[in-house]
């Protein structure tokens, strides 16, 4: 079992529509989650963090976590065709960040 | 602004040449990260320094090393790069200890091995 899973994707949504991500994680004792998001090509760049269960809402994202059932979601709500890209979760693990493989986004105008 | 630097964005060597990719930071961070991302992979921690400390990932290959002269830099040493050793690398810093903050990365090197 991997550390943190993603599903690979692609997730194909309409321009302006809500686009759900999902993580799971299997090391129950992770207290901080991230969501990075990367272009073709680019590094990762910070979207969100959260730490505590239940929602946390910045602008057009939402990060969701349950540690209860291990998993961290990302809403994206409106939808833009520049929010195509690769959607990172990582899970901290001492000092390290431990990332799974990434969801592929695609927003179609 | 304060950042992470890489150079170069792109690398060029051959099978076996050693090269050497760096890292610096304006953040004043005290945790430095290498990371290896291979294309349409998460990216895999190689090694990390805490302040001087080393401490290697159990699965890094011996053909990587680093170093950390000073709180501002690091560097990634391929010894005798081989085809598979073809990825982005990626720095990344953090503070940990009194404010701990998320990873900050670098724009990536791109190494290319012929």
């Known amino acids: 079992q991997k550390e943190v899973e993603q599903n690979s994707g692609p997730l194909s949504v309409p ?9 799971t994680y299997s090391d129950r004792v992770s207290q901080s989650f991230f969501w990075y998001r990367q272009y073709s090509g680019k590094s990762p760049e910070l979207i969100m963090s959260i730490y505590s269960n239940g929602d946390k809402e910045d602008g057009r ?22 929010d195509s890209a690769t959607y990172l979760c990582a899970v901290k693990r001492g000092n390290k960040l431990v990332f799974g493989a990434g969801t592929i986004l695609r927003v179609k105008s | 602004d304060a950042m992470v630097i890489q150079n170069p964005r792109y690398q060029v060597t051959q099978f076996g040449k ?25 990216p895999k921690l190689l090694f990390h320094y805490y302040d001087k400390d080393f401490n290697n990932e159990a699965d890094t290959p011996d053909n990587f090393q680093s170093r950390r002269p000073n709180t501002s830099f690091c560097f990634l040493d391929i ?15 953090s503070r940990v ?17 012929t």
């Open chain 1, 15 to 23: 321009e302006g529509a809500i686009a759900s991500l999902n993580c």
């Open chain 1, 61 to 82: 994202f939402t990060a969701q976590l349950n540690k209860a059932s291990q998993y961290v979601s990302l809403l994206i709500r409106d939808s833009q065709p520049s």
């Open chain 2, 18 to 42: 050693p090269v050497t990719l760096s890292c610096s930071q304006t953040l004043n961070h005290n945790v430095m990260y290498w990371y290896q991302q291979k294309s349409s992979q998460a």
């Open chain 2, 79 to 93: 010894r005798s790069p081989g085809l598979g050793d073809a990825a982005m690398y990626l720095c990344a810093t």
């Open chain 2, 97 to 113: 200890g009194t404010g701990d903050s998320p990873l900050h990365f670098g724009n990536g090197t791109r190494l290319t091995v």
